[in-house]
């Protein structure tokens, strides 16, 4: 099927919307299109694109190209297991760890949404135990902390969601384990991380598909030897979480092991797995099924055809139109909600690993530009660094603004009459306003032009169900964008060349003569 | 002075630059570039850019680019108390807060050099104060931990080197005091930073060089009345860093209060009590005074005329090559250290506060780029996140690698062969190769095309006086930058609008209709 889809320059909508003149935002944004101009998301979030650059007319031109390249039926033939990760021959299955959608897709005899379904209930039996201290460490004490050791798609998601869902556990009684992440192959890390943790208590989550990944190995075996430094028998303190076919599957060194597979690509990989361990640890079984409850149900808005209907595909389309139509190279993530911090970070991998590319599935060179370059902070934070560029900058960077009625925790006052939610919202407000519409002034310095769009994803609250719907929605949207730019947006060529590099160097085999002289300026040895 | 100031596309050698073919980066990366591109920085640092795509004849243009817009001497006026910064008609000084270049710089009779000097001294006796537990808490307990409230400036540089100093300080065994930081408005934000605090034990830092900032102040009060709720008197458990005009100076709410003034800029306001405070408490004042020493020491060499020999200078003109003649709109900030893990946040303000702006010194609009849009995380985690698109997007996205030859800590390990700190730096090492050189593939999936240009910064460890010269490298390459571009590095009028709107919506008196739509959207009541 991906051999017959067409590249974006081919479709006739594209060529219409190229012939569009830029709309004025400034005119654009009235009350009325605030209102008008939203989509709902599951959990209660809706999209609105009121501060984005297009009408009714390019809205009709956007849905010609979405059914022109059939996007949505292209979703659907990913989630009834077709091959869509061309590149690598492998399906791709992450919507099916939080639900079924399609028919059940059968691989080798074994129904894999059963499959992932019941690692699921396997990881939420292994938390109860371990939280009703039915499994201790190996000195006998309860384990209060939990670490996971993974990098990529095995650390920023977790650690992102982890992050987001830490105060609303709290309001719900149930941040029943604090967790710590060790990622980065910089014995420095490691050093941090192991400082702010009892060992005796600590239950330590390795995170590797393939059981290969040098940094988390390496990271592994720093925290067995601080294990046995302090006398703990260290199999007791590890459980892993990996693919069927890899060493570290049912290998004693363990506690235990749950599984995913390679049809769970790392940066999709939160809802496996990967995230169920350590956050069903964090928080419960609970917090996590909720949380699988709004990405499924996230994932089931995706399958609406008309755009003006589907979030994720209408968002997609939109950033096609900023990035192909307009031509801006960035995009900016930007929650105004702080427990979402670490969710821009997420998000950039997400997006830039899935979309980063220049060959088509056809395997040629992509005559047009694909995804994004993406960073993000949380509001009103970024306001005091970055925001100086965006609204008076010479380059425009299209906005994601994120945002909540009410804040995840209770601690709140009236200061000046207001509360501090009310201040954060009224930022967020304004900053919506002031990117799009400007401000005239005879002082060039401080005029502000304005027609810088945005989006903006609103909800009531953080809770879980509605972290899983945001999450759902830029996987989906990223999903949408790759099949638009007729992409491979499941796999990540892109790394290996440095690996390949990193071993010769340690290995002592670098042919290239500058990769040995920029690791002697390094202190870099040859191998003994 | 600046009135004269040429634009750059007056430059005659911006315009021999323009017409110069690309250099291919992949015969030119050799190891005999890779040792000689370098130019000595302080604290024993090196910038080394054989990755960049510039040969002799390009240097020898931005050389003569230096000279016509006689970037020194402007940096040296700066240094003399001339007013750079001159939308705001105010000088800048923030060099000053390391040590002594120029003249003596004096205003209103008072030598400024010895103004930011003595708030140090008082700094540095107040802590000391509090670490031999002379200063306590109301309750009597000594002050364990130190939690600064601030925003912007007053929270990313001071947060960026308390996390990338923890590691050095516990090596040498003066991690004194835990130091947290509060920033968002966001009341989460104060919720989950108030429950990782011992009230009693924890001192607070309050930074607003006006004393009037909206989320600083409301954050104040949060923790005022958490102080309260604890029987404590919150006098006793609060200092102010402001300028002496600003209503908190010498207020008796706070037990002391140390300043700075309008001539130091936020983002450029580590040095000064902005960082003095926090720092000196958290580790003691000879890290701090270790910091500055590096600091200064990397502002001296920036006077050299001979770009070969200024890294800043070099580094600047670059960046302006890389922007305004190959035109990529991005650049990545890429430490190869943990400790800098907050490092590119700190970047990301100076350089898009510092030059996102469109008007030149004449208020005049300007017909080139300015600064770039700048993001990074560190390395290795980013090598399995956005490095995809680095390599094989369609956008070529220069980078600034940092590297050091130690780890800060002793803990490491050989795993297979090579240390951790082996690992780390032969990651780096390779990604530079990888970047620059590529790899001809047959298959257009797994083919590198190269030549995407990179910068590295080495050291033997990352020490305070290291971090210093790293911190006043890029403060004087961004000053550079914005001398080409002929823009005013050190106002931010681009954040007033929000802010004016944020302040209309909050009082009620918002006239555009949008703004009040928003609004209600994100559950915002008119005010009673």
Same mark, same amino acid.
């Given at each position: 099927?991906?051999?017959?889809?067409?590249?974006?320059?081919?479709?006739?909508?594209?060529?219409?919307?190229?012939?569009?003149?830029?709309?004025?935002?400034?005119?654009?944004?009235?009350?009325?299109?605030?209102?008008?101009?939203?989509?709902?998301?599951?959990?209660?979030?809706?999209?609105?694109?009121?501060?984005?650059?297009?009408?009714?007319?390019?809205?009709?031109?956007?849905?010609?190209?979405?059914?022109?390249?059939?996007?949505?039926?292209?979703?659907?033939?990913?989630?009834?297991?077709?091959?869509?990760?061309?590149?690598?021959?492998?399906?791709?299955?992450?919507?099916?760890?939080?639900?079924?959608?399609?028919?059940?897709?059968?691989?080798?005899?074994?129904?894999?949404?059963?499959?992932?379904?019941?690692?699921?209930?396997?990881?939420?039996?292994?938390?109860?135990?371990?939280?009703?201290?039915?499994?201790?460490?190996?000195?006998?004490?309860?384990?209060?902390?939990?670490?996971?050791?993974?990098?990529?798609?095995?650390?920023?998601?977790?650690?992102?969601?982890?992050?987001?869902?830490?105060?609303?556990?709290?309001?719900?009684?149930?941040?029943?384990?604090?967790?710590?992440?060790?990622?980065?192959?910089?014995?420095?890390?490691?050093?941090?991380?192991?400082?702010?943790?009892?060992?005796?208590?600590?239950?330590?989550?390795?995170?590797?598909?393939?059981?290969?990944?040098?940094?988390?190995?390496?990271?592994?075996?720093?925290?067995?030897?601080?294990?046995?430094?302090?006398?703990?028998?260290?199999?007791?303190?590890?459980?892993?979480?990996?693919?069927?076919?890899?060493?570290?599957?049912?290998?004693?060194?363990?506690?235990?092991?749950?599984?995913?597979?390679?049809?769970?690509?790392?940066?999709?990989?939160?809802? /496996? #797995? *990967?995230?169920?361990?350590?956050?069903? !640890?964090?928080?419960? +079984? $609970?917090?996590? =099924?909720? @949380?699988?409850?709004?990405?499924?149900?996230?994932?089931?808005?995706?399958?609406?055809?008309?755009?003006?209907?589907?979030?994720?595909?209408?968002?997609?389309?939109?950033?096609?139109?900023?990035?192909?139509?307009?031509?801006?190279?960035? /995009? #900016? *993530?930007l929650?105004y909600?702080?427990? !979402?911090?670490?969710? +821009? $970070?997420?998000? =950039?991998? @997400?997006?830039?690993?899935?979309?980063?590319?220049?060959?088509?599935?056809?395997?040629?060179?992509?005559?047009?530009?694909?995804?994004?370059?993406?960073?993000?902070?949380?509001g009103t934070n970024g306001q005091h660094?970055?925001y100086?560029?965006?609204?008076?900058?010479?380059?425009?960077?299209? !906005?994601?603004f994120?945002g909540?009625?009410?804040?995840?925790?209770?601690?709140?006052?009236?200061?000046?009459?207001?509360?501090s939610?009310d201040k954060l919202n009224a930022n967020l407000a304004a900053q919506l306003?002031a990117?799009?519409?400007?401000?005239?002034?005879?002082?060039?310095?401080?005029?502000?032009?304005?027609?810088?769009?945005?989006?903006?994803?609103?909800?009531?609250?953080?809770?879980?169900?509605?972290?899983?719907?945001?999450?759902?929605?830029?996987?989906?949207?990223?999903?949408?964008?790759?099949?638009?730019?007729?992409?491979?947006?499941?796999?990540?060529?892109?790394?290996?060349?440095?690996?390949?590099?990193?071993?010769?160097?340690?290995?002592?085999?670098?042919?290239?003569?500058?990769?040995?002289?920029?690791?002697?300026?390094?202190?870099?040895?040859?191998?003994?």
């Amino acid at each position: 099927m991906p051999q017959s889809c067409p590249n974006l320059n081919e479709s006739r909508h594209y060529a219409d919307l190229l012939s569009l003149p830029f709309t004025d935002l400034r005119r654009l944004l009235t009350a009325a299109r605030v209102s008008a101009a939203e989509v709902p998301m599951a959990a209660g979030l809706h999209y609105n694109y009121a501060a984005m650059p297009v009408e009714e007319r390019h809205l009709d031109l956007l849905q010609g190209l979405s059914d022109e390249f059939d996007l949505v039926g292209q979703y659907q033939r990913l989630l009834a297991g077709e091959r869509m990760n061309v590149g690598e021959n492998r399906r791709v299955l992450h919507h099916l760890t939080r639900g079924q959608l399609g028919p059940a897709v059968m691989h080798d005899g074994r129904d894999l949404g059963a499959f992932y379904r019941e690692q699921h209930q396997r990881i939420f039996a292994f938390a109860e135990q371990v939280h009703r201290g039915a499994l201790r460490g190996s000195s006998g004490a309860a384990f209060t902390q939990v670490c996971q050791i993974g990098i990529g798609g095995s650390d920023l998601g977790p650690r992102a969601l982890y992050l987001a869902l830490q105060q609303e556990a709290r309001r719900q009684g149930c941040q029943l384990m604090t967790a710590e992440f060790l990622s980065n192959v910089d014995p420095d890390d490691a050093d941090q991380v192991l400082a702010r943790l009892d060992l005796a208590r600590t239950l330590f989550v390795l995170v590797s598909k393939s059981g290969t990944t040098q940094e988390t190995l390496t990271n592994e075996t720093l925290v067995r030897v601080a294990l046995r430094h302090q006398g703990l028998d260290d199999r007791a303190h590890l459980v892993a979480v990996t693919s069927e076919t890899s060493p570290l599957a049912g290998n004693s060194a363990y506690r235990d092991s749950f599984y995913m597979d390679d049809f769970v690509g790392g940066r999709f990989s939160s809802t /496996s #797995a *990967v995230g169920a361990v350590v956050l069903s !640890l964090a928080f419960g +079984p $609970a917090i996590f =099924q909720a @949380l699988l409850a709004g990405a499924h149900a996230q994932d089931a808005l995706a399958l609406q055809p008309d755009i003006r209907h589907n979030a994720s595909l209408l968002d997609a389309l939109l950033g096609v139109y900023l990035r192909n139509v307009l031509g801006y190279p960035c /995009s #900016a *993530v930007l929650p105004y909600s702080q427990a !979402l911090s670490r969710f +821009p $970070a997420h998000l =950039q991998q @997400l997006d830039m690993e899935s979309n980063g590319k220049s060959v088509n599935r056809r395997g040629e060179p992509l005559p047009y530009a694909s995804g994004p370059i993406i960073f993000g902070e949380p509001g009103t934070n970024g306001q005091h660094s970055f925001y100086q560029l965006l609204h008076q900058g010479t380059d425009v960077v299209p !906005l994601q603004f994120i945002g909540f009625e009410q804040a995840q925790g209770q601690r709140d006052l009236l200061v000046q009459g207001s509360t501090s939610q009310d201040k954060l919202n009224a930022n967020l407000a304004a900053q919506l306003v002031a990117f799009a519409k400007g401000r005239a002034d005879e002082n060039a310095n401080r005029h502000f032009a304005g027609q810088r769009p945005a989006s903006l994803i609103r909800g009531a609250r953080l809770t879980a169900e509605a972290l899983g719907a945001l999450l759902a929605h830029f996987e989906n949207k990223i999903m949408f964008q790759g099949f638009v730019w007729n992409i491979n947006s499941f796999d990540q060529e892109g790394v290996q060349l440095g690996k390949v590099l990193t071993g010769q160097l340690l290995a002592g085999t670098a042919e290239d003569e500058a990769l040995q002289a920029y690791g002697r300026l390094l202190g870099l040895r040859p191998p003994a």
